[in-house]
Nanobody, 124 residues
Framework: QVQLLESGGGSVEVGGSLTLSCTAS????????IAWFRQAPGKEREGVLC????????SYLDSVTGRFTISRDNAKDTLYLQMNALKSEDTAMYYC?????????????????WGQGTQVTVSP
């Protein structure tokens, strides 16, 4: 059974850093395009960054450009999100999602598998 499991969330002060991880099982990790989404209280889930199976990156939020970095380690079946210079507006539940497709997408309906999320709280 395919499973994605996020970890690394927590509470951090404004300006701090966190690294989120998403570990996959039940699939061949290198065959999948994988993305990070987030959902803040009272808002809809939105795409953050995507890393396709060929190594290409797509960014969907101007507000995180230059602060967030997506990467993957296929040997460890793990996706990462390095978050620096965190702002209170980054507070959200962060989800990883995967699809066996060549290209990235910001649409939640395009992804086949989802993790349960990890909470990131940035204190103002």
């Amino acid at each position: 059974q395919v499973q994605l499991l996020e970890s690394g969330g927590g509470s951090v002060e404004v300006g701090g850093s966190l690294t989120l991880s998403c570990t996959a099982s039940g699939l061949t990790f290198g065959d999948y395009t994988i993305a990070w989404f987030r959902q803040a209280p009272g808002k809809e889930r939105e795409g953050v960054l995507c890393l396709n199976r060929g190594g290409g990156i797509a960014s969907y939020l101007d507000s995180v450009t230059g602060r967030f970095t997506i990467s993957r380690d296929n040997a460890k079946d793990t996706l990462y999100l390095q978050m620096n210079a965190l702002k209170s507006e980054d507070t959200a539940m962060y989800y990883c999602a995967a699809v066996q497709a060549r290209w990235c997408s910001s649409q939640i309906a395009d992804y086949s598998y989802w993790g349960q999320g990890t909470q990131v709280t940035v204190s103002p």
